[in-house]
């Protein structure tokens, strides 16, 4: 079955404790991208990439870290969480990068930072 | 850069009614898509559409891209509808979210 993974589904953690969620997609999609949904600011685009070792900021890059070391997998690394950054995210990918082909997510992974 | 403004923010309609959804957008895309995130969270591409008009069952969705704006019609609302729709754009390789469209269908 075609799907972008995402784990863990829930994570609580502590502020400053490193943590990395990662992504997967078996789709062989080229445009891999990261957002966090917080209420009544809709999704925001944290990182994107067109493809490997292509990386690039989107609007809310702060705090955030990302590698494209492979085609498939997409992780986002929160070097030291801060309680600003609980949030719902989600990974999304697609076949091309020009927003052309339907962006395919990730079920979300809910994180609690205290 | 650029704003996207969806509208209205929340809409509650019967069963069986029709809707239609707006999209706003402050300057030229390259491309549009339409999602529906339903109650368990789940996000689902609805439309690819940067131009035109293209139905799919009971949902179809048109864009104007000359006057910057898209719609997105819901017909005979079933409650499996309900949940938040979003418009989003891509500009330079970023994509860019509305605040979405919550939509309650009542039974």
């Known amino acids: 079955e075609a799907q972008v993974t995402q784990n863990p589904r829930y994570l609580i953690t502590v502020t400053g404790k490193k943590l990395t969620v990662t992504c997967s997609q078996n789709?062989?999609?080229?445009?891999m991208s990261w957002y966090r949904q917080d209420p009544g600011l809709g999704l925001r685009q944290i990182y994107y990439?067109?493809?490997?070792?292509?990386?690039d900021k989107g609007d809310v890059p702060e705090g955030y870290k990302v590698s494209r070391k492979e085609k498939r997998n997409f992780p986002l690394i929160l070097e030291s969480p801060s309680p600003n950054q609980t949030s719902l995210y989600f990974c999304?990918?697609?076949?091309?990068?020009?927003?052309?082909?339907?962006?395919?997510f990730g079920n979300g992974t809910r994180l609690t930072v205290t | 850069g650029i704003q996207v403004e969806q509208s209205p923010p929340d809409l509650i309609l019967q069963e069986g009614a029709n809707s239609t959804l707006r999209c706003n957008f402050s300057?030229?895309?390259?491309?549009l898509q339409w999602f529906h995130q339903n109650p368990w969270g789940q996000l689902i591409n609805l439309f690819y559409i940067p131009s035109g008009t293209k139905q799919n069952g009971r949902l179809s969705a048109t864009t104007v891209a000359t006057e910057r704006y898209s719609l997105l019609y819901i017909s005979s609302s079933q409650t499996t509808d309900s949940g938040v729709y979003f418009c989003?754009?891509?500009?330079?390789?970023?994509?860019?979210f509305g605040k979405g469209t919550r939509l309650h269908i009542l039974p």
């Open positions: 990439s067109m493809n490997v070792e292509v990386t």
């Open positions: 300057d030229s895309v390259n491309n």
């Open positions: 989003a754009v891509e500009r330079g390789g970023k994509i860019i």
């Open positions: 999304a990918s697609s076949r091309t990068g020009s927003f052309n082909s339907p962006l395919h």
């Open positions: 789709m062989n999609h080229e445009y």
